[in-house]
């Protein structure tokens, strides 16, 4: 059993900047596909960005120069950074672990477990 923690949300303006953290303990933590969503209100849960084991990584397009993924396995933390955030990456971000990602922009159902979500709020 995975257990996943985000941290790491906020109030900002267009333009600036957060980092994500999403501390993973339980079981092989470290053997799992990562990966952050998130959910605006009324709208769908969806991919943001994914990685692997190795540097192998995939953004949604809204993501894509401007988020990056990575993780120290070392510490079992998986990181988003988010640059340049404008008002439509307002959401709450979810961080997940599954084994069954096959590579292209995440969808909910490749991933098993999930942490509690971490509130992004980008005014303009």
């Known amino acids: 059993q995975v257990e996943l923690v985000e941290s790491g949300g906020g109030s900002v303006q267009a333009g600036g900047s957060l980092r994500l953290s999403c501390a993973s303990s339980?079981?092989?933590?470290?053997?799992?596909?990562m990966a952050w969503f998130r959910q605006a209100p009324g709208k769908e849960r969806e991919g943001v960005a994914a990685m692997a084991h190795s540097p192998n990584t995939k953004y949604a397009d809204s993501a894509e120069g401007r988020f990056t993924i990575s993780r120290d396995i070392g510490k079992n933390t998986l990181f988003l950074q988010m640059n340049n955030l404008i008002p439509e990456d307002t959401g709450v971000y979810y961080c997940?672990?599954?084994?069954?990602?096959?590579?292209?922009?995440?969808?909910?159902?490749?991933?098993?477990?999930w942490g509690q979500g971490t509130q992004v709020t980008v005014s303009s």
């Open positions: 339980g079981g092989t933590a470290s053997t799992y596909y």
């Open positions: 997940a672990a599954g084994r069954m990602w096959t590579s292209g922009i995440p969808t909910p159902r490749e991933f098993d477990y």
